[in-house]
């Protein structure tokens, strides 16, 4: 069993930088791939970017490529996120995952087995 735990949300102006963090504890996060997923208000579930066990294998969603950077420390457990130049539309709950069926995570939500509870990210015009 993996729980993870996101922080780092808040509210931000368009243009601005935001890091949000994922703590993993139980098991070692260094087995497993890692995600970071998002939810509007009234809208489905969509992928942001993933990473595999060792960081060096990174995949992004067209609409965060140049922006986000997806990044962990397994010495420490924990994943990251880091948001640039924020755009209203990337207002939502930012969730991290984790999966042990997938070598390199990837876009399908249902390839991941942890949840975190989420993070509110607010991006004002």
């Known amino acids: 069993q993996v729980q993870l735990v996101e922080s780092g949300g808040g509210l931000v102006q368009a243009g601005d930088s935001l890091r949000v963090s994922c703590i993993a504890s139980?098991?070692?996060?260094?087995?497993?791939?890692g995600g970071w997923f998002r939810q509007a208000p009234g809208k489905e579930r969509e992928f942001v970017a993933s990473?595999?066990?060792?960081?060096?294998?990174?995949y992004y969603a067209d609409s965060v490529k140049g922006r986000f950077t997806i990044s962990r420390d397994n010495a420490k457990n924990t994943m990251y996120l880091q948001m640039n130049s924020l755009k209203p539309e990337d207002t939502a709950v930012y969730y991290c995952?984790?999966?042990?069926?997938?070598?390199?995570?990837?876009?399908?939500?249902?390839?991941?087995?942890?949840w975190g509870q989420g993070t509110q990210v607010t991006v004002s015009s």
């Open positions: 995952a984790a999966s042990s069926t997938t070598r390199y995570g990837g876009s399908d939500y249902s390839r991941y087995d942890y």
């Open positions: 139980g098991r070692t996060f260094r087995g497993y791939a």
């Open positions: 990473i595999n066990w060792s960081g060096g294998s990174l």
